[in-house]
């Protein structure tokens, strides 16, 4: 059985077969001698396959509560990142090979691809913004109920609990309103503007044109559909077969494994991120040949599985900080709703608990939201310099 | 609830015991004007002595009273027409609502056993009524207004803002102090953020513009590319012209006491705008095949950009992200017009068109189309040095390599700038490829011609750009008219000089005496060699008007005399007029005559004779 312990091999002729052509068995044996590319050549694919293998199973490995969290993204953006050097270095240091036929056609598949993927950076951009909105609520609860750093230790009037219900009430809306279509949202958005007459529809209007205009369609075009677009990423993504192999001097392989890395990352995104017509169904078809399926898949069903959770089917973005964020607003909104004035002190109590909590997911996103924009940005941009740069050299 | 003109007639000072003369409770709705007044005072006398260790709420608990009617009578009604009715009304309700934020901040620094609880709890739910008031009525104005301009007859040169009128804006603003004051700044901040955006994005959909993804962009035609350029750069134009500036003087009227938060709210707006409208610009800059003439839309996208760039935006977080968006794009944009330009000195190079020479040594269609390209695009000369400047830095090059065929003594080529430099090595090459070109002719003669027709042609475009001018230098086309000459004498050698030795005085004699046959082979071979320089060179075209009467002058003046002596010295050797008629075919006056038809580009059959 071809294996996979090929990380830390000492014999790199005799494990040419199984480094480079991770096929069926039987297929091993007509494919034993060594390809002929230069043992540099070897070193550097076979370092590759590694990197990816080890930093998947990096973000594998955390326990379910870190899975989907806002660092846990920003650490698989940064995984990403670093694949897609690797990988440039690669063609970089095989400018010659990979300008021959049929590297020009895969490499050329793997650009499409990565094309594809801008659009969904510009829509996880627009989610973000949306996550940012929802914040700047969650951050008037907290000033309303004192959690926030200049609360003095004041018993909380009605007034203050208004407030809070209020926004509670807006950041439900707002929350439950992204399952819907950004067209639809903009459309409900303009007409009540126009209904909007005596003061008891005013409340309507007041929770519809909640300044949700940043909606999900602010980047990308009304019809864009996340679902589609994974799925055309991962449009005819196949293993390279072993002619393709030997043709390209195994160059095919990195190739096939940033497009899988690509379409896995942005997967990831579309699961953890608000954005529009989020669907997860994609084909995913990793061969467990490759030292980095085994992690991928298993991320792959977790994530899959955390999206069947009964109180996670509906929800508009998996990452965890907007679990969190539904969860606490909602049971502090229940909780506000309950309660009587004045307050009594074990109330008082567990209004406090509940605020506690909300803040810590609140200071949790402050600290991420922006990073992780800025790290969405900086996708976009190298995979653009990526294709500029590719044309002056190829 | 209307305040009489001078309500005070009761502790005016407002120094007295305590400060607060109770009225029956009965009679609050009595004499209102001056209650409100009285309820007022003792208040601010509350809030100033609030530290004085005993606090009498009564005072608070009457102004509460009041402070809920009022509320409650804005309430009443109608949205987006509370407020401006009357201009004082509005305003003691606002400070009202002031008042009532500094007692409550006040009444929560006391320890919670002071009895002031009750007091607290109404009092904030007087506050958050009156909030929710304030910020719908904000969110119907500046909603409102927005919609209600859609076929608004009134003339815009009145408005400052052209969607609301400046009664909407005062209250916006006294609505925002009053919110911010209160804390309720996120609340405000939200609602002007969502509100604003919803409108920008209503007038960029009037403009027509419609996102378009990076992965349909890639796909689409130059066409339809085109139709979108032109649109975006529209766009553009209006949002660096109008649509910022405009927006700006609006968060700064709005929130005109508070300046930072009016510019952070420009500043996210116009962020998010320009992340929108970035989206294209960054889809064009993926690899494509674009022709040279596509040089100048993207030279138009750049010159956007750094209209856009340009503007200050403000300090803040969101406006850096402005500006390094806007400048990676407008970078990217400016490589890429480096790549197409730079496209000319490759198809210069391989521009040698299946070998055959151009028809009659004529100025060749690459000469024509480089000289005119490198005029239109010096109409963008600023912008093209800036981008081939950055691209030089870019590239960390140090200045050019000087090219070989300029003398030390231009100093203005040492200090070339880039995009000179870049020019002078496209004429080098298009020079380059006419001597190539050249050497196709077999006929010698038609070669100079050629290199003269080409050569003439670049410097009458270069004298007619003084951008170009100045770029080359002046020694460059000192240089250029010095080689016009020369070709010109070597063409006159190469064609005439044989046709000047039949007409020679020498060897015509023999011993002496003048030979006859001697005679009649001269004027054969002059009729022969000239014949054909006419049949031949009739053919051949100088389109450069100017040129062609030099040519033709230089020849004549050269071949006129000469024959004119000849014939005048020799003919009378011929036995008779008519033996000499047959050898003597032309005539000086001819000769003068048929030069004149040299290069018309005639063909053969409309030689005359």
Known sequence: MPSTDYQGSSSPLTNLGRSFLPLRRDQVHSMESPIGGSPSNEAELESFQRQVADRFHDLASVPSDELLSLPWVRKLIDAFLCCQEEFRVILFNNRTPVKKPPMDRLIADYNERAVKALDVCNAIRDGIEQIRQWQKLIEIVLCALGGDNNSYQRSLGEGQFRRARKALVDLAIAMLDEKDSGQALAHRNRSFGRHNNSSSHSKDHHHRSLGHFRSLSWSVSRSWSAARQLQAIGNNLAVPRGNEVLATNGLAMPVYTMGSVLLFVMWALVAAIPCQDRGLQVHFNFPRQFPWAAPIISLHERILEESKKRDRKNACGLLREIYQMEKCSRLLGELADSVQFPLNEEKEKEVKQRVNELKQVSDAMKEDLEPLEKQVREVFHRIVRNRTEGLDSL | ?609
Not at chain 2, 69 to 95: H, T
Not at chain 2, 399 to 405: A, G, R, W, Y
Request: hydrophobic content about 35%.
């Open chain 2, 1 to 609: 609830m209307g305040k009489s003109q001078n309500g005070e007639n009761l502790g005016t000072d407002g120094v007295s015991d305590g400060g607060d003369e109770k009225n029956n409770p009965d009679e609050l709705s009595s004499e209102p004007c001056f209650k409100f007044d009285q309820i007022l005072k003792d208040v601010d006398q509350f809030i100033e002595k609030f530290d004085s260790g005993e606090n009498n709420f009564t005072c608070i608990d009457q102004f509460l009273e009041m402070v809920d009617s009022e509320i409650a009578a804005y309430e009443l009604r109608e949205a987006s027409a509370k407020f401006g009715l009357n201009m004082e009304e509005d305003a003691s309700f606002f400070e009202v609502v002031k008042r009532l934020s500094t007692i409550i901040r006040r009444l929560e620094e006391l320890p919670s056993d002071s009895g002031a609880a009750s007091c607290v709890n109404r009092a904030g739910s007087a506050h958050h009524r009156a909030m929710l008031l304030s910020e719908s009525e904000f969110r119907t104005l500046l909603d409102l207004n927005m919609d209600r301009n859609e076929g608004d007859p009134r003339s815009k040169t009145e408005e400052e803002f052209p969607y609301f009128s400046t009664e909407s804006i005062a209250i916006m603003n006294q609505i925002a102090s009053t919110m911010i004051f209160a804390g309720y700044e996120a609340e405000c901040c939200i609602a002007y953020s969502g509100l604003r955006l919803k409108a920008l994005d209503a007038e960029l959909s009037k403009l027509s513009f419609e996102n378009i993804n990076v992965d349909d962009a890639e796909r689409m035609s130059w066409e339809s590319l085109e139709v979108e350029i032109g649109n975006w750069i529209h766009i553009m134009r209006h949002c660096t012209n109008n649509l910022f500036s405009s927006e700006r003087m609006l968060c700064n009227s709005v929130f005109s006491e508070h300046p930072s938060i009016a510019q952070r709210l420009f500043c996210e707006l116009a962020t998010s705008l320009t992340m929108r409208l970035l989206n294209f610009p960054n889809a064009l800059v993926l690899p494509r095949q674009y022709s040279t003439e596509k040089l100048f839309k993207f030279l138009d996208i750049y010159e956007a950009l750094l209209d856009l760039n340009n503007m200050e935006i403000g300090n803040n977080l969101s406006a850096k992200e402005f500006v390094s968006e806007t400048s990676m794009v407008q970078c990217r944009i400016g490589e890429t017009a480096v790549s197409i330009f730079s496209q000319l000195e490759n198809s210069i190079e391989s521009d040698n068109a299946g070998r055959i020479p151009v028809a009659g040594g004529a100025v060749h269609p690459l000469t024509r189309y480089t000289m005119n390209y490198l005029k239109y695009a010096c109409e963008y000369k600023d912008t093209l040095e800036q981008v081939f400047q950055k691209h030089n830095e870019m590239e960390e090059l140090t200045v050019d390599k000087v090219p070989e065929n300029y003398t030390e003594k231009d100093d203005r080529c040492l200090q070339a700038s880039p995009f000179a430099l870049k020019l002078m090595k496209v004429m080098d090459l298009l020079d380059a490829n006419i001597e190539m070109k050249s050497k196709l002719y077999r006929s010698h003669s038609l070669r100079y011609i050629f290199l003269m027709n080409n050569g003439r042609y670049i410097l009458q475009k270069i004298k007619e750009s003084t951008d170009i001018y100045d770029m080359l230098g002046h020694s460059w086309s000192r240089k250029r008219t010095s080689e016009l000459r020369r070709y010109h004498k070597l063409y006159q050698r190469e064609t005439w000089s044989n046709v000047l030795q039949t007409i020679s005085h020498e060897g015509v004699q023999v011993n002496g005496k003048v030979s006859k046959t001697i005679l009649k082979e001269r004027f054969k071979n002059f009729n022969a060699l000239f014949d054909e320089i006419l049949k031949t060179q009739s053919t051949w075209v100088v389109s450069d008007g100017q040129l062609k009467s030099e040519l033709r002058v230089s020849i004549s003046s050269v071949m006129i005399p000469a024959y004119r002596s000849f014939v005048g010295r020799f003919q009378s050797y011929f036995d008779n007029s008519k033996q000499a008629g047959k050898y003597i075919k032309y005539q000086p006056e001819d000769i003068e005559e048929l030069i004149e038809q040299l290069f018309e580009g005639n063909t053969t059959s409309m030689v005359r004779r």
